[in-house]
């Protein structure tokens, strides 16, 4: 038996052992193994396993093969009528079959990861409360906080038996806003489910936490169905004392899982991770997670353009977790490419709703500080009547940046006029509209690209088409942290590493700029979602690598290659046997 699993009471999510030879051992029996979504392999139970599992009469007479049920699943898939129904069509067969739902995710991971993930799982998590049919993970409230225990308790789960812990509160949930319960829980469900079907991280050994702290949503609140609690978001003193409770909990039941924060909003989102950081393996994918991704693509922009990072001029337009995260990404990259971290910073400017932040702005927040530019450098420049700030339009004219990045929600912010005079300014201007989902997007590829001629090098957060123009075809490469943070979670599995460092992540964000091949004109400055379960492979050997190298692995890593390829689950059935 693994030390992963153990053989559990009746009842239990898991409910069954693995044993040496791989198979699994459970005391269930009969409808229990039916029910158990990482047991049930439905019209696939052999007739010995159906008859030492209490499955007789229980089942259809057909033994069918994983490959024909997959085939069965994409016909029902492809049968549903449009996007949200497809997500919860897959959504359905992840808790009834969960190597089925791989497989057929892995057999069309790039049609399907934009229904399971972004920017379909935007739609159903606004849709969340009304379609709830069965729960997913954990749900931990802030109304009682002496609870946490008992809930992670309730999961059967032994302190070897869980490897990753995604948690959400939901305040930013991509670029929708607050969606309370159903935010938290969808996106950390969505996350666990890109890290099996890229990184092959073993669906027994994650768990998804929706840390339900109320909502400001007024929508959710007056919602009859609304299946959260139904108050304001707490914050200050008693939600800062529940993630506290959190993390002390989750660290002491699962003490080698690595905790991941997604969507938190920015008032919380680096002071979490700045308090953990230095004591657990913990990663923030909004901020680090696409702060390397965008790093990768940055790295094949530098290498088509021939513009050294050290030289490049950097607009991030919304200045919140993620754009800042990317601007602390950007910095140290150009920092190690040869610049002191002040000159690098003065590279950057930033943008947010008030226009370009400045010295003398009353308001900013702590991570936006670094970023702010001196007042006197700008004096002269025009404001704006609205905001009396200094606008996108003017930083772009004054600046000339080589480098454009939206992370402001802002749909259309990149408009015509100010990415014209960016292409009039730098022959290769980088433009990475990465707000989700579609509705949030600064601009389309297909706009950016005919504005500046078939200039512009661009990457989006959002999956998208090919673009043609002038006769070339341009490939958009999806800078989203979803080529990223599979990767980066498996290296950390992999290598038991006690913390994920800053040169962790600059492995990860070079082991995937590497993996994209830029040399054809129009190309990708990413590899593509097609080849995800490579890439992140290659990143998880790059990260465990560096894990090693700075001594906070804590096992050995002879061969971190095959350590990497035993270590991913795969999507097949195994012998199921009664004790
Ligand atoms: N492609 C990717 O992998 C990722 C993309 N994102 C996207 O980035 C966007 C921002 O996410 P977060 O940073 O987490 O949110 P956030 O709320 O922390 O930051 C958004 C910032 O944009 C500013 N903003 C809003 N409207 C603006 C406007 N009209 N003009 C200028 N600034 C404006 C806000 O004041 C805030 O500072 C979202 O759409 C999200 O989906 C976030 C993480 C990963
Ligand atoms: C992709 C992602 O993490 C976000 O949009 O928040
Ligand atoms: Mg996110």
Known sequence: M????????????????????????????????????????????TPDEREELGLYGLLPAAVETLDRQARRAYAQ?????????????LTALQERNEVLFYRLLGDHLPEMLPIVYDPTIARAIEGYSHEYR?????????????GIRRAFANLGLGPDDVDLIVASDAEE???????????GAGIAVGKL???????????????????????????????????????????GRRYDDFIDAYVSAATAGFPGAMLHWEDFGPSNARRILERYTGRVATFNDDMQGTGAIVLAAMLGAVRVSGTPMREQRI??????????????????????????????????????????LTDDMSGLRDFQLPYARPAAEVAGWPREAREDGIGLGEVVGRVRPTMLLGTSTAHGAFTEQIVRAMAAAVERPVIFPISNPTSRIEAMPEDLIRWSAGRALVATGIPVAPVTHGGLTYTIGQANNALLYPGLGLGVIVSRARRVSGGMLQAAAEAVGAMADVSAPGASLLPPVADLREVSA??????????????????????????????????????????
């Open 2 to 45: 693994s030390p992963g699993r153990r053989a559990q009471p009746k009842g239990t999510r898991h409910g069954f052992a693995e044993n040496p030879d791989g198979s699994y051992a459970t005391t269930g029996r009969g409808l229990e193994v039916l029910d158990n979504p990482l047991l049930n392999k439905g019209t696939a139970f």
């Open 77 to 89: 898939y492809l049968a549903q009528p449009d996007d949200l129904r497809k997500n919860i069509y």
């Open 134 to 146: 069965r729960p997913q993970g954990v749900y931990l409230s802030i109304d009682d906080p002496a």
């Open 173 to 183: 949930i991509l670029g929708i806003g607050d969606w309370g319960v159903g935010g």
């Open 193 to 235: 489910a890109v890290y099996t079907a890229a990184a092959g991280v073993d669906p027994a050994r994650v768990v998804a936490v929706a840390l339900d702290v109320g909502t400001d949503n007024e929508r959710l609140l007056n919602d009859p169905l609304y299946v959260g609690n139904r108050h304001s978001r707490v914050r």
């Open 315 to 356: 607009v991030v337009f919304g200045a919140g977790t993620a754009g800042i995260g990317i601007a602390d990404q950007l910095r140290d990259a150009m920092v190690r490419d040869g610049l002191t971290p002040q000159e690098a910073v003065r590279r950057i400017w930033a943008v947010d709703r008030q226009g370009l």
């Open 538 to 579: 290659t990143v998880a050997v790059a990260v465990a690598r560096r894990a090693a190298a700075e001594d906070l692995a804590r096992v050995d890593l002879p061969d971190p290659v095959q350590q990497v390829q035993d270590a991913m689950w795969q999507p097949r059935y195994r012998p199921v046997r009664g004790v």
